[in-house]
Every structure is written in structure tokens, then in C-alpha cells.
């Protein structure tokens, strides 16, 4: 049979076909899913959580008691009636600190102890000969990169645009009562007064300087992603090529081991116990590159150790089972589920709640998303269970158990069915098995 040429394959209507709409559908999918869910993060926001703390104490001017913390918190409240984008959280500065710390809020408005005494020093009148200037009102805007960037940015606008619009509306106030007073203020004092509220910004929970912005859980966390992926893959072509069913080449050399004919569910059994030993090589590695050479800010290595090791673990037994069950496709979904639906719902750096809702619902179950939160307590909250690091456990044993369950049943299904995988001839039981060869690759 004359071999085909080059000319004769590229003719094959079959092969343009088949290559055109997988890669139709890979280029399609990406780009639906990861623009799709980025495009129109401010479009899309909706309960932002902020924290808003009033900690005024309140002041007596006038023969009254005067609460303009409550007013401004009346106001913030009153305007969120139309905007639905931020969820503003009213707690104590205490329980604001705590939601900070565990990246349960994207930043807070402070409002702080003497914010009506140091407004109602504004108004009263100064005698000459004191010489001194009223302390300016404050209000406090803090920003928690910890729970995302972007997150935190949208928060500390929404804040700071909260904070000037309760300065311009205590500055009316101000201004009347300075013209009740009749009192004659020169120009910078009156635009002194029409906007008296300082508004300053600080982070309110800080972190180190070698956190990529607070972006580096994110990244350890595709990181071990991807190793579990490309481990799965490799377990699976090493398994293959040491039971004879693929060839290894070696430059021009090819390499074959005879076929050993077993059963599917003791293939999956091979390769997931084989992904298994190498997640703790991988695992152990990631974490020597990224904390022992980068230097990255990292605590509690023995337990990020094992976090590390896990996660690569369950994602590399979830993608054998997907390769179990659909052969070469499932290495197609494998990438969709893992990599093209997750980081787009993943939250680590568009938050969830500026996500459009299908993946604000991919969100819930998305492997990504749950990793990274673990890691984000590892790494930023001092391991705290409930700050992501329980549910990132759970659905991790949720995944393996759902990954064990799913390959096994698949297997054995197509094994009780006679679907093997390169047909048993009746010959295989009498015929010795030939012993491996090195030979040229041919076409």
C-alpha cells in the first residue's frame, strides 16, 4: 500500500472538518466565558459588601444634641435605596476590623468618635484672641486588597463618593448657619465650609509587600491547578505507553512496550494512585519556588504543604476520571472545567458580586473559586476556618469523592459491557509476550 502524502491527508474532508470545529468551539468557549464574565464588572455589581461604622459620639451645640454620624448613615442608607450595587454593612469598629481580617468585606466607611463635635467647632463662632483653627471633620475610607483589587477599589470609590456627598451635605447646613448668623465669612472660609469633611483612605488590613497586591493566592492557586491538569495528563500518556497501548519516540526512535491487557478500572486505579506519588512532588516543589527561591509572603508552610498537595492531587484524579470516561474529549472538558469556566468565576480578581449571575452560579461549585479562598486564609488570614479555609476543605473531599465515584462507575461500566480498549484476541493467552524494541519511526 503506497504511503499517503501530505497532499492526499490535507485533502481528507473528515480532517479539516473534525480539527475545525474543536477548534471552533475551543475559541468560541474561551472567549464567551473569559471576556464574557469581565467585560462589565460595574455593569454587573450588585451587594458589594462595605462596612459602615459609626463610632459618633455625638456633640451639644445650641442648647441640642446634635448626631450627624446618623445623619450621614441615614443619608448612605437612603441613596442605597436606588443603587443596589453596594451592600452597606452597619457594625461596630471592632466587628468591621473582624470582616476585614477574613475578607468577608471589600473595605468600610468610618465615621469617627468627635465627628459631630469637630462639625459643630466649624460653626461656632471663634473668638479673635484665641488664635486657633478648628480640627477639621474626618471621615475614614479603608480598602482591603486581601478580598481582590478590584474589589477593593470599587469599595473605596463607592466609600469616598459616600463620605463627599455627606460633606456636601453637611456643608449646606453650615453655610445656613452661618447666614442665620449673619456673619461674614471671606471666600476660602465659606468654600471651607460648603465641603469642610476630609475624607482620607487608608488600607484596612494591611499586607506584605511580596503579596502581588493581594493577587498571589490567585496565582498560587492556578498554579496548582495547572499542575494538577498537566499532571493528569502525564500520568495518563506514562500509563498508557507502560501497558502498550501508545508508542514513545525518541527523536527518530520509537519505543513499545507489549500490550498488557487489563481492565479499564485497574487503569484508573494505576494512574490515580501514580498521580497521587507525584502530587507530592509537585506540591513540595510549588511551595519551595514560590516561598524558598521567590521569597513570596507566605505562614503556616506545614499546613499551605498540605493544601498544596491536595488540591494538586484532587484536580489531577478529577481529570483522570474525565479522561476515563471520554477518552481523548475529556481532556477538552477537563480544560473547560478547570481552567475556561473557573478563573472567570473564580472572584480572585473581577469580585463575585460584579459577576453577571451564570457565573455568579458557576461560582458555587467552580474549583477555582473555592482554592483560592483557601489559600487567601492561608495566606492572608492567619488560617482562619471560617474566612474560607473550611469550605475550601470541604469541597475539595466533595470533589475527590465525586471524581472516585464518577471514574470507577464509567470503568466498570464499559468493562462489564466487553467495551475494552483494544479488543483481547483469542491468541493473547498462547502467544509469549515480545520483549520491548527500539525502532525507526516511520510515517
Request: hydrophobic share 45%; net charge neutral; glycine share 10%.
Amino acid at each position: 500500500m503506497p504511503h499517503p502524502t501530505p497532499r492526499s491527508v490535507l485533502r481528507r474532508p473528515q480532517l479539516w472538518i473534525g480539527t475545525g470545529l474543536i477548534a471552533a468551539v475551543v475559541s468560541m468557549l474561551f472567549a464567551l466565558l473569559y471576556v464574557g464574565g469581565n467585560v462589565n464588572p460595574r455593569g454587573n455589581l450588585r451587594d458589594l459588601p462595605v462596612a459602615l461604622v459609626n463610632a459618633d459620639a455625638g456633640a451639644d451645640a445650641g442648647g441640642r444634641h446634635v448626631a450627624l454620624g446618623e445623619q450621614v448613615v441615614e443619608g448612605i442608607h437612603k441613596a442605597a435605596e436606588n443603587d443596589k450595587s453596594i451592600d452597606w454593612q452597619l457594625v461596630s469598629r471592632e466587628e468591621a476590623d473582624k470582616r476585614l481580617g477574613r475578607g468577608k468585606v471589600f473595605g468600610a466607611l468610618v465615621i469617627p468618635q468627635d465627628f459631630s463635635a469637630t462639625v459643630t467647632a466649624l460653626a461656632a463662632p471663634q473668638p479673635a484672641a484665641q488664635g486657633k483653627q478648628p480640627v477639621p471633620p474626618t471621615l475614614s475610607v479603608l480598602t482591603n486588597q486581601s478580598a481582590g483589587s478590584i474589589g477593593s477599589s470599587m469599595s473605596s470609590q463607592a466609600a469616598q463618593k459616600a463620605a463627599h456627598a455627606a460633606s456636601a451635605r453637611i456643608g449646606q447646613e453650615l453655610l445656613k448657619q452661618a447666614a442665620a448668623q449673619k456673619a461674614q465669612l471671606p471666600t476660602a472660609a465659606q468654600l471651607k465650609l460648603a465641603d469642610p469633611v476630609t475624607v482620607t483612605v487608608a488600607d484596612g488590613h494591611p499586607l506584605g509587600a511580596r503579596s502581588a497586591m493581594g493577587l498571589s493566592a490567585f496565582y498560587y492557586a492556578l498554579v496548582l491547578v495547572v499542575c494538577g491538569m498537566l499532571g493528569a495528563n502525564l500520568v495518563n500518556s506514562q500509563v498508557d505507553t507502560a501497558l502498550g497501548y501508545l508508542h514513545t519516540d525518541f527523536g527518530p526512535f520509537r519505543k513499545r512496550e507489549p500490550v498488557q491487557h487489563t481492565s479499564r478500572v485497574r487503569t484508573l486505579a494505576i494512574g490515580m494512585t501514580l498521580m497521587l506519588g507525584l502530587s507530592l512532588v509537585m506540591g513540595s516543589l510549588v511551595e519551595a519556588a514560590t516561598v524558598g527561591i521567590l521569597d513570596m509572603d507566605a505562614s503556616h508552610l506545614g499546613h499551605l504543604w498540605l493544601y498544596s498537595v491536595s488540591t494538586i492531587a484532587v484536580v489531577g484524579i478529577g481529570s483522570l476520571a474525565l479522561f476515563a470516561a471520554f477518552g481523548t474529549p475529556g481532556m477538552l472538558l477537563a480544560t473547560v472545567v478547570f481552567v475556561a469556566m473557573a478563573v472567570p468565576s473564580s472572584g480572585a480578581t473581577v469580585p463575585l458580586q460584579a459577576l453577571p449571575g451564570f457565573f455568579r452560579g458557576l461560582s458555587e461549585f467552580e474549583p477555582l473559586r473555592q482554592i483560592t479562598e483557601g489559600l487567601r486564609s492561608l495566606l492572608y488570614y492567619g488560617a482562619q476556618a471560617d474566612a474560607g479555609l473550611t469550605r475550601a476543605w470541604t469541597s475539595m473531599g466533595i470533589a475527590l469523592v465525586a471524581a472516585l465515584a464518577f471514574g470507577f462507575a464509567v470503568t466498570a461500566l464499559y468493562d462489564r459491557r466487553g467495551l475494552h480498549r483494544i479488543p483481547r484476541p483469542e491468541a493473547d493467552t498462547d502467544t509469549p509476550a515480545v520483549p520491548a524494541a527500539a525502532e525507526p519511526a516511520t510515517a
